[in-house]
C-alpha cells in the first residue's frame, strides 16, 4: 500500500483524494494546506511533516507554486504527482525531470483531458486524415496563480496536438492577461485559437476540425462525426484514470500515457504563443529536444 500526501485540498485536490480513495494500492495519510477537515484527510504540521510521512506526494496547489513543491518533494527522494501544468516554461518543465531520473523517482503529471471519451475518439477518427480547416475557442473561469492564458490552455492545445500533431508555426493577433486570439499552421493550413478567462460567461470548449472527407467537433463533453453526434464509451472518473497510471508507474515501472518529450513538446507550445509578437507573421515552431 503506497502512501500518499495531498498538498493543496481544492477543488482538484479533493477529486484527487477521491481518486485515491478508489485506488486499491493508495492510502491518504496527510494533507497540507486547504479544505482538510471536509475532505477527512488528517492535516501535517508542515510541508515537511507531511514530505517526511509518506512515499508519494499529489501536488494540487496553484500551479505557479508547482516547480518549487516537485522540487522539495523530490529532494527527499519522494514519488510525485502533479497536476498540469508542471511549470510555466520548457526549461523548468526539462529541468524537474531531469530532477526526478536522478534520484530515480517517478514524476507523474496528469493530463485527465487525454484519457476521456472525446480525446479518445477525436483521437483515432483523425489519424491519416488530410486536414483543411479548423478552429479552437475555449472559455473558461480564471484560474487562481496560473503563468497566463497561454499556458491556462495547456490541455486544450494538447487536445489540439493528441488528434493532428504539432504545427509547424504559431501567430498572435491579439493577446492579454485573459485572451489569446491567433493561429496554428499545420502545413498550409490554419487553425484558428480564441482562448479566453471569464467569470460572466459558462465555460465552452468548441474544436472545430474539417478533413478533406469530412468533419470532427467537439462541443464541450460532445463529439460530431459529420454533423451527426458520436456515442461515447462510459468510462471511468478521469481523476480515477490518472491515479491508477500513477500508481502503476511507481509500483510496477509501467509507461506513462504521456512521454516527457510530448509533455515538452506541448509546453514549449504555450511558450511559443507567449513569445510571439501580436499582429506579427507567421513564426516557426521549434520542438524541443527530448529530456535526457
Known sequence: MLRWGIIGVGRAGKARARALAADPRATVVAGWRGDLRRAGIPPA?????????????????????????????????????????????????????????????VLHVEHIELLSGSARFLREAARGRRLTGGSLTFVGARRRGIYGIAHANLARLHRVVDA?????????????????????RFGDVELSLDLSQSDDVPRQTLLSLTFADGTLEQRDRAVFQDGREVALPELAPLFEQDQLCATARILDGAAPYVSEERLLEVVALADALVRASPGGDW???VPPSPAA
Open 283 to 285: 513564426e516557426p515552431y
Open 45 to 105: 504540521r508542515s510541508l515537511a511533516h507531511l514530505i517526511d510521512g509518506v512515499e508519494a506526494v499529489a501536488i494540487c496547489s496553484p500551479d505557479v507554486t508547482h516547480p518549487q513543491l516537485v522540487r522539495a518533494c523530490l529532494r527527499e527522494r519522494r514519488h510525485v504527482l502533479v497536476e498540469f501544468p508542471l511549470a510555466g516554461t520548457t526549461s523548468v518543465a526539462r529541468e524537474l525531470l531531469d530532477g526526478a531520473r536522478e534520484v530515480q523517482r
Open 164 to 184: 493532428i500533431g504539432l504545427p509547424d508555426a504559431v501567430r498572435v493577433a491579439e493577446r492579454g492577461p485573459r485572451f489569446l486570439r491567433g493561429a496554428l
